[in-house]
């Protein structure tokens, strides 16, 4: 049947409607479509360019090489060399085990250090490669390369490493460096992203720590083409870091050297200072310790051997021990008492061996006592009488101010690890820190360096110093930084009547020089070098009224732990002082037997800058000095013998 011609017209209409509709929604469409690539392919080009390109391309940064350390004389004590490492990628190895196994025939592979590469192998990226044996010789690289088609991932690389000639002649100073570890990244608030790179080395302690922004350097960059997965394809460009800057000590790696094995089998430090500039000339602990172990990382069983070893070789106790100057002190209540006018050169006290205060009897060293005293027959003979009275007409806070005057009590700036600032002590800060009112027991105390008075080797060298130049010197140990000086040590005047220092100066060369002086055993006769000095002898134990009234134990008789610390300072020449030198021997004994000889035979090398001539020494001591300067030469090979002197 045919449609009517007007349900024809009708449908057509209807149809042609839908297709223009359609027809309009695919032109909007592809309207909206073009105006969106065009807006994406013109206006917003670079933003996508760029975005395509950092895909492509990664920035890699170059580590630099680490400023170097040199003595005052130019002699290297911390440098970087060349050293061979043979690196292993995971994702070219295949079979990991199996490529170190080959390794390890080939050459010998510590096991703690493959521990730690395989820990890192795990954890990085299968492309990065990975240390697995460092500082390998010429000859273990040459091996890997005859043997490299069976050696797949495996690469020998050339960097450089840390190493300390010196050895163990500047480890407290100097320090180490070590790989950047979690720990170190906690306490650095916004981490330089070089720190990042596996085994990235930082000072760990010592200079190397303090000083580790100048010394660090800045870091280059290379900008690599990488695949979808990372993968390095090639290198585009490449800009160089900037290399750390070179710094150069004070000390003298001569005479350093001499200090520590001077030092050798005790537990002791020994500062050598310029009494005019406060250049330290050498400042040693002993024992010490190689720190090239801990560079690449310390073996358990080495680190073990430190840190159980009872004299801590690992202590700078050149600025980290704080002791009680004993005696060493009386020169600072001397001056106190000669500033206040409580006292004349010529004043005595008479000293009866013992002083009753308050109920309580507290003894001179000398059981039958000195008889009457002054300034220079008690500082010569070491009266404790003398100073126990004179403390109480001074007091605690006179003596505490003339003290910090001296240095005593100041922690100084320099660049070495827990410089401590010792303490001298006031009623405040007893009240303060040990909740409790002075007594006058403690001023007694204080008066000859024991109670709460406690001074580390570097502030007794710096009180030496200031008592030789009458000045206030303060210790300085870098010289300069990439060539350009630092600050002198040298300070102002201490505004100390000189007639008052040149009365304890005389006092200390009556110590020396003096038949009855009590380091007279350790004095030196050569004509423009002798010294003056102070002995020293700190208890760390009580004494039981029991003990004296039966007979004081000598220390030969006492465990070593209980024994007294042994101290001396001193500065020489007395008619012209250059250098000022402290040194304390841990539970050496005596003053005068244990820690002035030390002192004497140090002073000596520096005023030289040599084994100083036998005459220099008294005969009955020069047979065994002679003996002494050959041991020593062994362990200084370079020791000059030609009879010059340094300037």
């Known amino acids: 049947m045919r449609r009517p011609t007007k349900d024809t017209a009708r449908g057509a209409r209807k149809i042609s409607r839908r297709a223009l509709i359609v027809g309009g929604l695919q032109a909007g469409f592809m309207g909206v479509l073009a105006l969106r690539m065009r ?107 005859v043997n490299a088609p069976a050696l797949p991932g495996v690469t020998p690389e050339v960097g450089l490493t840390r190493t300390y000639p010196m050895g163990s002649d500047f480890a407290h100073v100097i320090g180490y460096v070590g790989p950047v570890s979690d720990y170190d990244l906690e306490k650095i608030e916004a981490p330089d992203q070089l720190l990042f790179i596996p085994r990235f080395q930082i000072g760990k302690v010592g200079l190397e720590s303090k000083l580790e922004d100048e010394l660090r350097g800045k870091a280059g960059a290379r900008r690599v083409e990488v695949n979808h997965v990372g993968r390095e394809m090639r290198e585009l460009d490449r800009r160089e870091g900037i290399q750390g800057q070179n710094l150069q000590l004070t000390i003298d790696h001569e005479l350093q050297n001499y200090v520590q094995a001077r030092l050798d089998g005790e537990s002791a430090a020994a500062v050598v200072m310029d009494v005019h500039n406060g250049d330290l000339l050498a400042i040693a602990s002993a024992p010490t310790f190689d720190p090239n172990l801990f560079v690449r990382g310390i073996s358990v069983s080495d680190y073990k051997a ?163 130049s009458g000045r206030a010197v303060s210790p300085r140990l870098i010289k300069t930084i990439e060539g350009i000086e630092q600050t002198s040590g040298d300070g102002e005047s201490l505004g100390l009547n000189e007639n008052h220092l040149r009365q304890v100066r005389k006092a200390m060369f009556a110590v020396s020089n003096n038949r009855r002086g009590t380091a007279y055993g350790s004095r030196i006769i050569a004509e423009g070098m002798r010294m003056a000095g102070k002995t020293g002898t700190s208890q760390v134990r009580n004494i039981t009224a029991a003990e004296r009234a039966a007979g004081v134990r000598s220390n030969a008789d006492l465990p070593w732990e209980r024994r007294d610390h042994a101290l001396f300072v001193d500065f020489a020449p007395y008619d012209d002082p250059r250098i000022a030198v402290a040194v304390i021997i841990e539970h050496g004994g005596g003053g005068s037997s244990a820690a002035a000889p030390v002192a004497r035979d140090i002073t000596l090398q520096a005023l030289y800058g040599e084994d100083p001539p036998l005459d220099a020494y008294p005969t009955k001591d020069r047979g065994r000095i002679e003996a002494l300067q050959e041991k020593l030469r062994k362990y200084r090979p370079d020791a000059k013998t030609d009879g010059s002197s340094r300037a």
């Open 306 to 468: 430190l840190t159980e070893n009872k004299y801590r070789p690992l202590a700078a106790k050149s600025v980290q021990g704080i002791y009680p100057p004993g005696s060493t002190f009386k020169m600072v209540v001397a001056l106190a008492g000669l500033d206040e006018g409580i006292i004349g050169p010529e004043d005595t006290y008479y000293c009866p061996g013992h002083l009753e205060v308050s109920g309580r009897r507290f003894h001179c060293w000398k059981r039958a006592g000195h008889g009457h005293m002054n300034v220079e027959s008690s500082l010569r003979e070491s009266c404790d009488v003398f100073y126990y009275e004179l403390a109480l007409e001074l007091g605690i806070e006179k003596i505490s101010a003339m003290a910090r005057k001296m240095g005593l009590g100041e922690r100084f700036d320099i660049p070495m690890s827990a410089v401590a600032s010792g303490l001298t002590p006031t009623k405040e800060w007893k009240r303060r820190a040990r909740d409790a009112e002075w007594v006058i027991g403690d001023t007694v105390n204080s008066a000859i360096g024991q109670g709460f008075v406690l001074a580390s080797p570097l502030q007794l060298a710096v009180m030496t110093a200031r008592i030789a």
């Open 39 to 145: 807006y994406m392919q013109v206006e917003e080009a670079d933003k996508f360019r760029l975005l395509a390109e950092e895909n492509r391309v990664n920035i890699r940064l170059i580590p630099p090489a680490r400023g170097e350390i040199f003595d005052r004389n130019g002699q290297p004590i911390a440098v970087n060399q060349p050293s061979y490492r043979i690196t292993l990628t995971r994702e070219d190895a295949g079979d990991v085990d199996e490529v170190i196994a080959r390794l390890s025939h080939l050459i010998e592979l510590d096991e703690e250090e493959l521990n730690r590469a395989m820990t890192e192998l795990r954890r990085t990226s299968p492309f990065f490669p990975v240390t697995i044996a460092d500082k390998v010789s010429w000859s273990d690289v040459t091996q890997i390369a």
